[in-house]
């Protein structure tokens, strides 16, 4: 095919290439595509000029403009440092029963202690706050040493069985692997301990049984669980006669306690949060078990 041959159809010189009798135009390139491409250059070259862009041996060239990207997060974490402090300061300061009183302060107090309570408890206590296996309700059961702020705010400092000095420690002692008691008795306080927050069972349940099952829960449990199971605060020990178990209230899960014996762990997070994220998870708790009840 020669040079220069122009195409029937289109109108547009060929090239002179020619594939399986396909043809290739010369078809110029558009003129818009330079005038972009020209455009784009230009814009390049002027964003370098007016802003940091290429690097040096001891630095990198600032631009006209002088714009630094460090130095405006810098100033906007500043910034929000200084308006969290507005309220942070209240909450450090106040007692509990003013920021409770206070819907503004309670506002920041659900929204803050969300964010709180899900990045450092709800792996353990679940997102809503009502427990997993091995981690209790935190919106509706009993709090093991008592629900006042100051008590709950200083479980969350120090932990459970935590790394702290000044930890609370809980334990339940294990009855059967020290053989401490028989399986024959384990069975029996199993059953009277089931039986304390299960009416229907109670009434179907020989009483010699459960008045055995009493005697043997008084020698060896009421000393930590009270002589009424309602669970000691100077102990830590659980309430057993309503209806949350942090283990589980089946027959199974209560004997497995009874008989290998508890020691769960909460950390100790002094130290990892701030006495003002302390105060906040706190006052978090007491919210979510106020609006639960």
């Not at 339940?172 to 299960?198: K, P």
């Not at 605060?233 to 899960?253: C, E, H, K, Q, V």
């Amino acid at each position: 095919m020669a040079v220069g041959e122009r195409d029937k159809i289109s109108g547009q010189m060929t090239t002179g290439h020619e594939w399986n009798g396909i043809k290739e135009l010369n078809t110029p390139v558009p003129k818009i595509l330079y005038i972009v491409l020209t455009i784009a250059v230009c814009f390049a070259v002027i964003w370098t000029i007016l802003n940091p862009s290429w690097p040096g041996i001891n630095g990198y060239f600032r631009g006209l403009l002088g714009v630094d990207q460090k130095a405006e997060v810098a100033e906007v974490v500043q910034q929000a440092q200084m308006d969290r402090a507005t309220w942070t300061d209240r909450i450090v300061s106040e007692d509990y029963a003013a920021i409770q009183a206070d819907p503004a302060l309670m506002t920041i107090v659900r929204e803050t202690g969300n964010t709180l309570f899900g990045d450092n408890c709800a792996a353990c206590h679940g997102t809503s706050a009502t427990g997993n296996p091995g981690f209790p309700n935190l919106t509706q059961a009993p709090t093991m040493w008592g629900d006042d702020p100051e008590i709950i705010a200083e479980t969350i400092r120090v932990g459970i069985n935590g790394s702290s000095d000044d930890t609370r420690y809980a334990q339940m002692l294990a009855f059967g692997r020290d053989q401490m008691l028989e399986s024959e008795d384990i069975n029996t306080v199993v059953t009277y301990v089931q039986a304390l927050s299960q009416p229907d069972l109670a009434a179907a349940t020989d009483p010699e049984l459960l008045a055995t099952g009493a005697t043997i829960f008084a020698e060896n449990c009421a000393a930590c669980h009270g002589e009424t199971a309602k669970g000691l605060t100077d102990t830590g020990a659980p309430n057993l006669t309503d209806a949350f178990w942090i283990y589980g209230s089946d027959r199974a899960a209560i004997r497995h306690s009874v008989f290998a014996g508890r020691a769960g762990v909460m950390p100790s997070w002094e130290g990892r949060l701030t006495p003002a994220d302390i105060k906040l998870l706190t006052l978090y708790v007491l919210d979510l078990r106020a609006n639960a009840q």
